[in-house]
């Protein structure tokens, strides 16, 4: 009987030893989190991406993509999309936190997610495509407007959502809240927060690209998962204000260096200015008839400063300026649009910039010298001897010089002095002792 107790007791003690999460094989589960906040542009579709990526290679329960966007570029999108629907991990895509949106391509890449779920007070609809950098004519519109539809209903339908909204959300410009987009079976789910989102969708089975996968958040750990240091940098410079600034500081940069050779430090910071912004305008999309409109008035300062046209040239490059500013993001969205606060005082500050302060400089330039050999030419002075094309004496400044002249100088007449060599100057006699 003792046997048999201290064989029980082994055998109880054993199988709670076992069961300890320190000899348990299950891995600890893991749910990725990511939050894309602004513009869907080249640097968000990298960082999706790249999440995605690092989900599949932790072997995490699912990825969430808190989404708060007005839209963004319809090839960043798509790439998107395209990550999304061949991820091996389920996607949740979470509208949230209360007062987001999922407009325009957040749309696309709400009802492409594995999961679709909101966060009350939030909206989603207003798909209608807009035009980047270029005006479509009908055809083309109704074509992009087409494409962009079916895109759509293909997503909804690949889901099992609502296709005949998504498509009016693309034809009609239609949004809808939360709670009637659970309704219309646009989404999955409407979540108050982040943990009640992963109680929802725990034990849901979704079909991935790799097969059904049953997703098993209870009691996972969240990773929140920031963006590089690069892609913050790339985001900030992607705001169209601030490629703006940019833009015209390396237009500044360039333009010292030019006038000044040689500083070098305005010519490198210029350079790497208009760098960045033209990586910025990659991303934005830009309007390259606004940024010629925007040269072209750069270049009608400078010609102000060397011509005398009594303001026309820089009334004309304000104006080419301002136009240029407003067409250089042209697009119905106000989501890529300069800010008129910061426009403004850009164009009056760039006219102010190169009609006054590089026109006190050219005037430097031009001012004749006040030191040296070359400030005595064209002063007046005394001759203390006959001067004559062999020589004679002067009298300027205090000072006595040898001097030439082509014609015969009396004693004591006003001269001026034409040039300088060496320590001899050519001289001639003043009109005002002439005509005395």
Avoid at 80 to 104: D, H, L, T
Avoid at 120 to 142: C, R, W, Y
Avoid at 343 to 353: M, N, R, Y
């Amino acid at each position: 009987m003792r046997r048999i107790r201290l064989f029980s007791i082994a055998a109880v003690l054993l199988s709670f030893i076992l069961s300890s999460p320190l000899f348990s094989k299950e891995p600890n589960k893991e749910v990725m989190v990511i939050s894309v906040d602004g513009v869907i542009n080249p640097v968000s579709a990298e960082f999706i991406g790249k999440s995605i990526k690092k989900a599949v290679a932790d072997h995490a329960e699912a990825l969430i993509i808190e989404l708060d966007t007005p839209g963004g570029l319809d090839t960043s999108m798509r790439s998107i999309v395209k990550n999304i629907v061949g991820s091996e991990v389920p996607v949740v895509v979470y509208v949230a936190p209360s007062g987001a949106r999922a407009a325009s391509a957040g749309v696309f890449i709400t009802l492409a997610a594995h999961v679709a779920a909101m966060a009350p007070g939030t909206n989603i609809g207003a798909a209608h495509p807009v035009s980047f950098g270029q005006k479509l004519d009908k055809t083309m519109a109704e074509k992009v407007t087409n494409d962009a539809a079916a895109y759509i209903r293909s997503l909804a339908e690949s889901r099992g959502r609502n296709a005949d909204w998504a498509e009016d959300a693309v034809r009609k410009s239609v949004s809808i809240t939360a709670s009637e987009a659970l309704k219309e079976h646009v989404i999955d789910l409407v979540s108050d927060n982040l943990q009640t989102l992963l109680s929802d969708i725990d034990g849901r089975k979704v079909m991935t690209a790799y097969g059904e996968k049953t997703i098993s958040t209870k009691g996972a750990k969240i990773v929140r998962v920031e963006p590089g240091l690069r892609q913050k940098i790339l985001n900030f410079i992607s705001d169209p204000n601030v490629a703006y600034i940019l833009m015209l500081l390396g237009f500044y940069g360039l333009f010292f260096e030019i006038m000044s050779p040689g500083a070098i430090f305005p010519g490198v910071m210029g350079g790497i200015c208009l760098i960045l912004a033209f990586f910025a305008f990659q991303t934005l999309s830009v309007n390259y008839a606004g940024l010629l409109l925007i040269i072209l008035a750069i270049i009608l300062f400078i010609l102000d400063v060397k011509i005398a046209s009594h303001g026309v040239l820089t009334i004309g490059g304000v104006i080419s300026m301002i136009m240029g500013s407003l067409m250089l993001f042209e697009t119905p969205g106000s989501f890529v649009r300069l800010s008129m606060y910061l426009l403004l005082p850009a164009v009056l500050a760039t006219a102010l910039f190169f009609t006054v302060i590089i026109g006190l400089a050219v005037k430097a330039r031009r001012r004749k010298p006040v030191t040296g050999k070359e400030e005595l030419i064209g002063i007046e002075g005394v001759a203390r001897t006959e001067i004559t094309a062999e020589g004679g004496m002067v009298f300027l400044h205090g000072e006595l010089w040898s001097a030439y002249s082509d014609e015969p100088i009396p004693k004591d007449s006003r001269i001026i002095v034409e040039q300088i060599s060496g320590l001899k100057m050519k001289v001639k006699r003043s009109v005002t002792a002439q005509s005395q």
